[in-house]
T-cell receptor, first 113, second 117 residues
Framework: GESVGLHLPTLSVQEGDNSIINCAYS??????FIWYKQESGKGPQFIID?????DKRQGQRVTVLLNKTVKHLSLQIAATQPGDSAVYFCAENSGGSNYKLTFGKGTLLTVNP | GAGVSQSPRYKVAKRGQDVALRCDPISGHVSLFWYQQALGQGPEFLTYFQNEAQLDKSGLPSDRFFAERPEGSVSTLKIQRTQQEDSAVYLC???????????????FGEGSRLTVL
């Protein structure tokens, strides 16, 4: 299970650097994964998704990698900008559910100008 | 409105009080979800509606929690006899289709932050 606590994993990068945020998911039956960005005081915002029949998907400045063998997801953000500062969550469709999401622990990304 | 709207944005309740949190989904959206987000944690599923039908309420923590969507649009999450452990942000999300989140088209509101003293 996931650890419980008030301290999020954090990643601090310099503006312009690339960022990599990692996530371990829990259910091998999950077949759809999403990365969300959550800014302070706001709801989660969709960034990119990937299905389990893929191992890589690219969007604008973002790439998601999926390793089903070790149940691991990563989000790569190219040329990180101050506006990318937020908490990032990975989510999986719980055990293959077509409506329920299970969110992972978030990672706080701080971009230093 | 253009997005999912939730009210109140902030609610302070004394332990034992009842509270009601409102969600206005995006017009025409079939699916509506409630999630609970404790401080420093990811959102956790509470319940799911497709139109007015509550298809899954397995995430509601106790029988003090009740959600409804009587006309298939606006939804209310009610918490009776609030306890300190109910303090959290309650997020509402909606989707045009009935099979979200697989479409990725799930839109979250900004949440209602409940603090129980």
């Amino acid at each position: 299970g996931e650890s419980v606590g008030l301290h999020l994993p954090t990643l601090s990068v310099q503006e312009g650097d690339n960022s990599i945020i990692n996530c371990a998911y829990s259910n091998s039956a999950s077949d759809y994964f999403i990365w969300y960005k959550q800014e302070s005081g706001k709801g989660p915002q969709f960034i990119i998704d990937i299905r389990s029949n893929m191992d890589k998907r690219q969007g604008q400045r973002v790439t998601v990698l999926l390793n089903k063998t070790v149940k691991h997801l990563s989000l790569q953000i190219a040329a990180t900008q101050p506006g990318d500062s937020a908490v990032y969550f990975c989510a999986e469709n719980s055990g293959g559910s077509n409506y329920k999401l299970t969110f992972g622990k978030g990672t706080l990304l701080t971009v230093n100008p | 409105g253009a997005g999912v709207s939730q009210s109140p944005r902030y609610k302070v309740a004394k332990r034992g009080q009842d509270v009601a949190l409102r969600c206005d989904p995006i017009s025409g959206h079939v699916s509506l979800f409630w999630y609970q987000q404790a401080l420093g944690q990811g959102p956790e599923f509470l319940t799911y509606f497709q139109n007015e039908a509550q298809l899954d309420k397995s995430g509601l923590p106790s029988d003090r929690f009740f959600a409804e969507r009587p006309e298939g649009s606006v939804s209310t999450l009610k918490i009776q006899r609030t306890q300190q452990e109910d303090s959290a942000v309650y997020l509402c999300a909606s989707s045009l289709k009935g099979n979200a989140p697989n479409t990725g088209e799930l839109f979250f509101g900004e949440g209602s932050r409940l603090t129980v003293l």
